[in-house]
């Protein structure tokens, strides 16, 4: 960028008009004209410093050490977070949005299905099919289904893991 720039202020010094600058350098009408206005009041080509308040908390460091964190336990809630690293809780929401790019998911129940488990399952029914052959199985009665599962709980709607 500061090439150009440089560029495009020895064409200005040398006595090139605007027009015939953007044509010799196929570049914008208005960064041409706004690099020479740049020029004339500050003497540089270097940017003017910016307004507003710099940023102070949501810096690289803490991006990196927020990351590591999310990684080593996912389904930490953003406010934990904020709490442990003290930080506002919308500062950390906005850096982990949208700096990191993460997004939380929540995780859906759903019957684990291994191919061992269809095959039994497959052989269970064709057993069943045959002892119950001439309309017997319409006498079949089930009084209470359940399923056993040793595994941790998960609350659906309170846990969320951020990927």
């Known amino acids: 960028m500061l090439s150009r720039r440089s560029a495009v202020i020895e064409l200005h010094k040398n006595g090139h008009s605007n027009s015939e600058t953007v044509k010799s350098l196929k570049t914008n009408k ?12 500050t003497g540089s080509i270097q940017d003017r410093s910016r307004k507003g308040r710099k940023r102070t908390v949501r810096t690289s460091t803490l991006r990196k050490n927020v990351k ?3 990684s080593r336990n996912p389904g930490r809630s953003m406010r934990k977070l904020a709490k442990e690293i003290n930080v506002a809780r919308e500062s950390m929401r906005l850096m982990v949005r949208n700096e990191l790019a993460m ?9 684990l299905l291994s191919v061992k488990n269809k095959k039994e399952r497959l052989d269970r029914c064709q057993s069943l099919l045959g002892r119950f052959t001439g309309g017997l199985q319409n006498q079949i ?4 289904e359940k399923l056993f599962v040793v595994e941790q709980q998960i609350n659906n709607k309170m846990t969320e893991y951020w990927l």
């Open 103 to 111: 997004s939380s998911y929540k995780f859906q129940k759903k019957q």
């Open 68 to 70: 590591r964190r999310i």
């Open 141 to 144: 009665l089930f009084s209470d």
């Open 30 to 41: 208005m960064f041409v004209s706004r690099t020479i206005f740049r020029f004339l009041e």
